[in-house]
């Protein structure tokens, strides 16, 4: 069982960045897939970035292409989501989730993760 905590959200001002993390306790995120996605009020939750368990594949919501990066370490069990050009419009609650993938795929769909955090807050004002 994989444990995922999200950690780095908050209030800041369009056109600023944050720096979200996901640390993995319980087991290591070798050979998982590491994605995120975000839910604001009313909607429906969504993709927003994904790195499969090695890093060589990685994949971005076209919403969020240029302006976001995914990263991982996993000899500190940690994957970062730096955010950049940040707009009102990306005002949610991030949520981390890994997916066991040993053959390095790249899901980018919720229902092919199976470990999620609790989601982090992220306010973008205008």
């Known amino acids: 069982q994989v444990q995922l905590v999200e950690s780095g959200g908050g209030l800041v001002q369009a056109g600023g960045s944050l720096r979200l993390s996901c640390a993995a306790s319980g087991r290591t995120l070798s050979s998982h897939a590491i994605g995120w996605f975000r839910q604001a009020p009313g909607k429906e939750r969504e993709f927003v970035a994904a790195?499969?368990?090695?890093?060589?594949?990685?994949y971005y919501a076209n919403s969020v292409k240029g302006r976001f990066t995914i990263s991982r370490d996993n000899a500190k069990n940690t994957v970062y989501l730096q955010m950049n050009s940040l707009k009102p419009e990306d005002t949610a609650v991030y949520y981390c989730a890994g997916g066991y993938q040993p053959r390095d795929w790249l899901p980018l769909s919720a229902p092919e993760y199976n470990y999620w955090g609790q989601g982090t807050q992220v306010t973008v004002s205008s």
């Open positions: 790195v499969s368990w090695s890093g060589s594949r990685i």
